[in-house]
């Protein structure tokens, strides 16, 4: 078996890397297990998708069919219909074949040299739907949960992450279209996951959008301090490296509790420790860790930081969040801060956390515009 990474630094993780998430887990699956329609944003990174899934994994275990589909870089309709097809077919054991290969078979190819059975329940409405043009199958897909939760006597759970991209497929039009199908659906309930607080604010929370109302808000909570201590207490002592209470706490301040920060915090911790031949996780060595971390993360943060490039004011404004300063300094037009701060919440890079009061989301990112900015 492939070795896994001690600290996964990519989103989703596996159940056991989901850290003090229980409760949050447990009203997830009692609403959607419910019938409810929710809706999960913030910035990527911060485990909504792991979150999603390990809801759904339990989800499962108990009955329900499920059905995930990441919308972030699906360029046609035709495309995201197939991935839903396919995804909610999974849940009928026999009907493994995806819809993009009997689409193939539609086409000519011979089904017994694809060694398909023919007879087993359900083939028919898979096969029908492969026959059909990319347009007349996302109008299909669109109710196929709704009639297969009805066919199975079934809840179905879908998960649609990455949510806003579906304005590249279609602009509001295509919005209107999903509402107008989704509303219809009592035996399906639906998880929407979006990275661009902004945008899905605006879908989910102004009167004029197609989904207003449509789904309720869920905020993802921190994870607390305690809950990362134990977390990595656990995971260093199980290979050997014996932490500090002072240690794992200054891993958190550091971090500010972001989730795949702190997992690749620990992760260059560890590897500094196998380097230096040390097996006492101490203050001296979270330095180093953090250090080596917030040098792999530039990349990243680079891109971050040049994305403000063309828009007015956006990098100031940045750098005062992450020094602690005033949004709106003297000497700046308001209207000029205000566009900005409406750009920038919209990314997701920063959140507001009461009047005039903002602070960027992650915190490293925070030390890096510092350290760029030389404030």
């Known amino acids: 078996m492939p070795v896994k990474q001690y600290?996964?630094?990519?989103?989703?993780?596996?159940?056991?890397?989901?850290?003090?998430?229980?409760?949050?887990?447990?009203?997830?699956?009692?609403?959607?297990?419910?019938?409810?329609?929710?809706?999960?944003?913030?910035?990527?990174?911060?485990?909504?998708t792991s979150l999603a899934l390990e809801a759904l994994r339990r989800l499962k275990a108990s009955g329900h069919y499920t059905a995930y589909v990441d919308l972030f870089g699906v360029e046609s309709r035709g495309d995201f219909a197939e991935l839903l097809v396919d995804a909610l077919f999974e849940n009928r054991s026999r009907l493994q074949r995806t819809v993009r290969a009997m689409r193939s078979l539609a086409s000519g190819v011979a089904a017994a040299a694809n060694g398909l059975d023919l007879k087993f329940?359900?083939?028919?409405l898979a096969f029908s739907l492969a026959k059909k043009s990319d347009d007349a199958?996302?109008?299909?897909?669109?109710?196929?949960a709704q009639r297969i939760a009805a066919e199975d006597d079934r809840r179905v759970i879908v998960v649609l992450d990455e949510f806003q991209d579906f304005g590249k497929l279609g602009g509001e039009a295509v919005f209107k279209k999903l509402r107008a199908h989704f509303q219809r659906h009592a035996y399906v309930s639906y998880l929407f996951l979006g990275s661009q607080a902004g945008v899905m604010r605006e879908?989910?929370?102004?009167?004029?959008?197609?989904?207003?109302?449509?789904?309720?808000?869920?905020?993802?909570?921190?994870?607390?301090?305690?809950?990362?201590?134990?977390?990595?207490?656990g995971k260093f002592r199980s290979r050997g490296l014996l932490p500090t209470d002072l240690a794992l706490r200054d891993i958190?301040?550091?971090?500010?509790?972001h989730p795949s920060d702190t997992m690749w915090v620990c992760q260059e911790i560890w590897h500094s420790a196998q380097e230096i031949g040390t097996s006492t996780l101490s203050v001296e060595l979270v330095e180093v860790g953090y250090e080596r971390a917030?040098?792999?993360?530039?990349?990243?943060?680079?891109?971050?930081?040049?994305?403000?490039?063309?828009h007015k004011g956006l990098q100031p404004l940045v750098s005062r969040i992450a020094n602690g300063e005033q949004a709106y300094p003297k000497g700046e037009h308001p209207q000029t801060v205000t566009r900005a701060l409406h750009e920038l919440l919209g990314?997701?890079?920063a959140t507001r956390l009461g009047r005039g009061t903002y602070r960027l989301t992650e915190p490293m990112l925070a030390e890096y515009v510092r350290r760029r900015t030389g404030r």
């Open 252 to 257: 958190v301040s550091r971090t500010g509790g």
């Open 294 to 310: 917030l040098q792999h993360l530039q990349l990243a943060f680079d891109e971050i930081w040049n994305g403000f490039t063309g």
């Open 121 to 124: 329940p359900g083939f028919d």
């Open 7 to 48: 600290f996964p630094l990519q989103d989703p993780v596996d159940s056991e890397d989901v850290v003090d998430r229980a409760a949050f887990l447990d009203e997830l699956g009692q609403r959607l297990g419910g019938g409810e329609r929710l809706l999960l944003s913030g910035p990527r990174r911060t485990g909504k």
């Open 137 to 144: 199958l996302f109008e299909e897909s669109l109710d196929l």
């Open 203 to 233: 879908l989910f929370g102004r009167g004029r959008q197609a989904f207003y109302r449509f789904a309720v808000p869920l905020d993802v909570p921190p994870v607390p301090e305690a809950a990362w201590v134990s977390y990595m207490d």
């Open 347 to 349: 990314t997701g890079v």
